[in-house]
């Protein structure tokens, strides 16, 4: 016969003492190996307060379509050049070269974020020239939202030579985010909000690429176009353009940044927590008097009720005296039942 649970009182057992004993005594020095062994394994492990976390976001990206590019003709120095800069393009003269142009940029999974930007160039040049070395240059605008808002101008710059001359340069890569010191982890980041290439100069200076590299590198967060295996096409045939293919991807990027207040004091309080251990103990108190009356024999009230246990073992007797007893204690039995169940 299976039982259930009818009814259950838990037992509190409480121990008082004076403030000036042994026991006060032991209860301190248990609570200081409780917390501060744990606190101090936690803070000299190198852990305890968070300076720096990371997070991934895919950025906001969209191209500002200002190239310039620069193509050598020869090994003795001679090259061809266009931009988007009306300046350079008037300083430039006859190594100025006016290519034809497509870009297109693609949302690929259709989130509102822009993914991949392929750019198809084809620079026109005499029947005498070839080309051995390519020079690009493309500028970006770059946001970030998650965290702190991140509102900046970047670049993307590509450097490709080889010995022998080329017909088409086909690259396919990523712009990644380097940073040097973690971003803030909320207000506005817009210092490099500024144009890589002060198209506005009429200076020849503004437009060297020499120029533009060192100062940009020199900031804290800047782009870089990462393509392993550029692919150079040689046999190009007479009076045809050189080609250059150019497809860029917007990945996910990790970003750094110095955490807040209340998240350090999170991670501090997660690692205290995690390096303590809290014993666990549960008891129990049963009484069972066996020379108690059944319920239907004694007086109504609190003082006649019987425990779970006394239930229980009285119960689990009654099959042995109903098959050895003889009939009259079986109706005893049987009525002393209804009566107990009659009184829950």
Request: charged share 15%.
């Amino acid at each position: 016969m299976a039982f259930y649970e009818v009814y259950s009182h838990p037992a509190v057992i409480r121990y008082r003492t004076s403030v000036c004993t042994k026991a006060t005594l032991f209860l301190v020095i248990v609570l200081c190996l409780t917390y501060i062994p744990p606190l101090l394994v936690a803070f000299r492990s190198q852990g305890f307060w968070l300076k720096q976390s990371s997070y991934e976001e895919q950025p906001v990206v969209r191209f500002q379509y200002q190239t310039l590019m620069v193509a050598a003709t020869s090994t003795q120095g001679d090259y061809v050049a266009w931009s988007t800069f009306p300046h350079l393009n008037n300083m430039l003269g006859p190594s100025l070269r006016i290519p034809a142009v497509s870009v297109r940029e693609e949302d690929l999974n259709q989130d509102g974020k822009l993914d991949l930007l392929t750019l198809q160039l084809q620079l026109p040049l005499r029947n005498t020239e070839e080309v051995y070395s390519v020079q690009l240059l493309l500028t970006f605008s770059y946001q970030l939202f998650r965290m702190s808002t991140v509102v900046m101008q970047s670049l993307a710059f590509v450097q490709l030579a080889s010995p022998v001359p080329g017909a088409r340069l086909f690259l396919s890569g990523e712009l990644r985010l380097q940073q040097r010191t973690p971003l803030p982890h909320r207000g506005l980041y817009s210092i490099y909000n500024v144009s890589v290439v002060d198209g506005s100069s009429p200076f020849a200076s503004a437009y060297d690429l020499e120029n533009i590299v060192r100062s940009y590198q020199a900031r804290n967060l800047t782009t870089v176009l990462s393509c392993p295996m550029p692919v150079w096409t040689v046999g190009r045939a007479a009076g045809s353009p050189f080609e250059l293919n150019v497809e860029i991807r917007y990945p996910v990027e990790v970003i750094a940044y110095r955490p807040g207040f209340w998240e350090t004091i999170k991670f501090a309080w997660i690692q205290t927590r995690s390096s303590r251990r809290f014993p666990s103990q549960r008891g129990s108190l049963t009484c069972c008097d066996p020379a108690a009356k059944p319920p239907g024999s004694g007086p109504a009230g609190p003082a006649a009720a019987e425990s779970t246990a006394e239930v229980l073992i009285r119960l689990s007797d009654r099959p042995a005296v109903r098959a050895s007893g003889s009939a009259e204690q079986a109706e005893e039995a049987m009525s002393a039942d209804r009566n107990w169940f009659r009184q829950l």
